[in-house]
């Protein structure tokens, strides 16, 4: 059994950065697709970035060229810079026992999630 724990999260000004970890532990196929979500207030949990072994991280229109998405080992890491007031929200690390490609961006298919860490951006 996989288990997920984020931490990095806090409160930032518009324009700040802050970078989000989630250290996995237990069986981690180093294949597996491993994302981050964030879920806003009142709204549905979206997918941010997804990263496995044999493929190009991918992002979310909403954050393409500010947030950053990284692997090493069994630590998953999301470099958020240029934050804006709409990034706020809660944010997941999850993972799929299987490779990202042909994933679809939605909760259902990731196994595994964490408890998932609070970004507050300020304006």
């Known amino acids: 059994q996989e288990h997920l724990v984020e931490s990095g999260g806090g409160s930032v000004q518009a324009g700040g950065s802050l970078t989000l970890s989630c250290v996995a532990s237990?069986?981690?196929?180093?294949?597996?697709?491993m994302a981050w979500f964030r879920q806003g207030s009142g709204q549905e949990r979206e997918e941010v970035a997804r990263i496995d072994s044999s493929s190009s991280p991918s992002y979310a229109d909403a954050v393409k060229g500010r947030f950053t998405v990284s692997k090493a080992k069994n630590t998953l890491a999301l470099k958020m810079n240029s934050l804006k007031p709409e990034d706020t929200a809660m944010y997941y690390c999850?993972?799929?026992?299987?490779?990202?490609?042909?994933?679809?961006?939605?909760?259902?298919?990731?196994?595994?999630w964490g408890q998932g860490t609070q970004v507050t951006v300020s304006s």
């Open positions: 237990g069986y981690v196929d180093d294949s597996w697709c």
């Open positions: 999850a993972a799929a026992e299987q490779r990202c490609y042909g994933l679809a961006p939605i909760p259902q298919v990731f196994n595994f």
